[in-house]
């Protein structure tokens, strides 16, 4: 390239015509050895070696050449890619390497290193900017953005929605069992994995713990429903377990059920009719009660030492137990006078009742049931 003539070549006093032009003549071919002979911009950055001014297809083994300054080297195919010396270079030359397919291995010059290392490996889909220090090379990885929502290419820029983050719908998919990836997913149609097959439109929160596929859910019943429907589960050794309920105030009262002994339904259900009050519980204890408040006792037939009534008074209980066996029942008198309470149970939904005194009574009183079981 031609050089650059100095200020004397033009405005020296003895400069004549002729000396002039030369001056005028050298400075154009400097110029357009710098800048390009078209006048073009594009040309300009090109030639001056701006970075990303140019562009070159590469399909097999090369050498960079000082030419190649801020050249964009798109490379197709498994090969080495060399690099100059980097004292030739000199400091601040820099290059893209772009890989569409295959792995492209930079070999710098000599004992000289990139990256630290004696050579590295540039991947499919992957681009890295090479810069010169003088004696060795620097390797900068370029991101790419993702090339849908749950792209997890190495490098790759997250956009928005990347993952369920950000947007205002998270990833659909048609599989929940399937998922192997950190994020949030969504399904608008039957999908397989749900709390509740079959069972329309669910958020879900999957968190994947390790590589080895350990991970766990949290579904969010998110319409079709008025109801906050909230599950969790777990994957380990590759098997999801069951989905589990999550209680919280607007469920932990319920009707409660059960399906081959494991609860299906509320914690706590209570009800009550004609024959009194119940309390019923996830793990299966219920809990009957009944206040006969005008019970009128006869307590007047001898029995031995004592008196009782004439019969037993029945009892149905407000819900029916599962079994008689291991049903406890009892009564409480509220009287001043001695009088007991004797029950026995006479099924899984009814008690019998016989009061006990020491002296003959005939009396309005108000008596106390009580019944605990099991439902299931």
């Not at 015509?17 to 390009?36: V, Y």
């Not at 889909?125 to 790419?144: F, K, S, Y």
Request: hydrophobic letters at 45%; charged letters at 10%.
């Amino acid at each position: 390239m031609a050089i650059l003539p100095p200020s004397s070549d033009f405005t020296g006093g003895s400069v004549t015509e002729g000396q002039f032009k030369t001056a005028l003549s050298t400075m154009r071919d400097f110029l357009s050895g710098l800048l390009g002979a078209d006048g073009a911009v594009a040309t300009a950055l090109a030639t001056l070696g701006a970075l990303g001014a140019a562009y070159a297809a590469k399909t097999a083994a090369y050498t960079v050449v000082l030419a190649d300054r801020g050249r964009v080297l798109d490379c197709t195919g498994t090969w080495t890619l060399a690099l100059p010396a980097a004292a030739t270079a000199g400091a601040g030359f820099s290059v893209i390497v772009r890989v569409e397919s295959g792995v492209i291995t930079i070999d710098p010059s000599g004992a000289e290193l990139v990256a630290g290392a004696a050579t590295s490996a540039v991947s499919a889909e992957q681009a890295v900017l090479l810069i010169c220090t003088g004696t060795a090379w620097l390797r900068m990885d370029l991101p790419r953005a993702q090339t849908s929502a749950v792209d997890t290419t190495l490098n790759r820029l997250m956009g928005v929605g990347a993952f369920g983050l950000g947007s205002n719908a998270a990833t659909l998919v048609t599989d929940y069992d399937a998922i192997m990836i950190t994020g949030f997913y969504r399904n608008t149609a039957a999908a397989t994995g749900t709390p509740i097959a079959a069972s329309l439109s669910w958020s879900v929160l999957h968190v994947a713990h390790a590589s080895d596929g350990t991970a766990s859910q949290l579904a969010m019943r998110s319409s079709n429903t008025t109801a906050n429907q909230i599950y969790i589960r777990r994957k380990s050794g590759g098997a999801w377990s069951a989905w589990a309920k999550l209680f919280h105030g607007e469920n932990l009262l319920g009707t409660v059920s059960q399906s081959a002994g494991l609860p299906t339904g509320a914690v706590i259900e209570r009800g009550s009719n004609a024959n009194g009050e119940y309390v019923r519980f996830a793990d299966g204890t219920q809990i009957c009660h009944a206040t006969f408040s005008a019970f009128v006792t006869d307590v007047t037939t001898v029995s031995g030492a004592l008196y009782t009534n004439a019969a037993e008074v029945s009892w149905t209980f407000p819900a029916a137990f599962i079994t008689q066996a291991g049903l406890f029942v009892s009564a409480s008198p509220r009287s001043t006078a001695i009088v007991f309470a004797k029950v026995r149970n006479t099924g899984s939904a009814s008690a019998a009742l016989r009061l006990l005194a020491t002296t003959s009574l005939t009396a309005t009183i108000t008596i106390d049931f009580m019944a605990i079981g099991r439902w299931f």
